[in-house]
């Protein structure tokens, strides 16, 4: 039984009340299509959201690397050491070498 709330409150009525007139008007075969392609486009919301997220994750870490890295040759630099020294030590920073 539906609880007397002011009108729009009462969602899940009107959700059903608008599948029955989906139904009424194209048959089971076209609100089934519009189910399914309302469960595809939920589908693809979340899978854009998650891309989008983790490339900003991404972008996040490769700002982070090249803040450090600046930071790291701006201190040697600092010290005195010559841009190839620190090209150097960069590239084994960043390679492990």
Known sequence: MAK?????????REVLMLFDNL?????????ALALL???IACFAV??????RV???DRV???QLARARRWALTWR??????SRWAVSKLNGRRLFGR
Not at 4 to 12: F, S
């Open 46 to 51: 979340a899978a854009a959201e998650t891309a």
């Open 54 to 56: 983790a490339q900003l």
């Open 76 to 81: 040697d630099k600092q010290r005195g050491m």
């Open 4 to 12: 007397n709330r002011p009108h729009g409150q009462n969602w899940p």
């Open 37 to 39: 392609a309302l469960v």
């Open 60 to 62: 996040a870490a490769r």
């Open 23 to 31: 139904f009424a008007w194209v048959g089971p075969f076209g609100s």
